[in-house]
């Protein structure tokens, strides 16, 4: 089975590619069923929309890190629906930003950092996040 290997440092992968995260195949890992299942559904996803969304939405690697931070045992809070700009307020703001904060917590690798295709422009986010 493919697992995301996240370096520590810089390392270089068997095919010499340096960076901090590369795909190593590992044959001693074997998923259950239900994996095995929810994997080809994450090739299935893939297929379908690969000449649309030109990266792969890195959905086996939500899957692993999902699993390694014990990601399905969090519980987002519900999620708020605005419609009109009366609905803001301080509450829907606390909860909306409690759920993301949940959300990308069960992404995040060990050292600290989200890993990832890269879809777009990631030097604009920090940007966005402190406004």
């Known amino acids: 089975m493919w697992k995301l290997k996240v370096s520590e440092?810089?390392?270089t992968s068997e095919n010499d590619h340096v960076g901090r995260q590369y795909w190593k195949f590992d044959t001693n890992l074997t998923p259950s069923e239900e994996?095995?299942?929810?994997?080809?559904?994450?090739?299935?996803?893939?297929?379908?929309?690969?000449?649309r969304?030109?990266?792969?939405?890195?959905?086996?690697?939500?899957?692993?890190?999902?699993?390694?931070?014990?990601?399905d045992e969090v519980?987002?809070?519900?999620?708020?629906?605005?419609?009109?700009?009366?609905e803001i307020n301080e509450e829907a703001i606390e909860k909306t930003l409690r759920r993301g904060i949940r959300f990308y917590?069960?992404?995040?690798?060990?050292?600290?950092?989200?890993?990832?295709d890269y879809g777009g422009p990631l030097f604009l986010l920090p940007a966005l996040v402190n406004f």
Do not use: V
């Not at 994996?35 to 000449?51: D, G, H, P, S, V």
């Not at 519980?75 to 009366?86: A, D, G, N, V, Y």
């Open 105 to 116: 917590s069960t992404l995040q690798t060990q050292d600290g950092f989200w890993p990832g």
């Open 75 to 86: 519980k987002l809070p519900r999620q708020i629906k605005i419609t009109s700009e009366e």
């Open 53 to 71: 969304a030109k990266h792969s939405s890195d959905l086996l690697m939500r899957f692993q890190l999902r699993k390694e931070n014990n990601g």
């Open 35 to 51: 994996e095995k299942a929810q994997i080809q559904k994450f090739c299935n996803e893939f297929y379908r929309n690969r000449f």
């Open 9 to 11: 440092g810089w390392e």
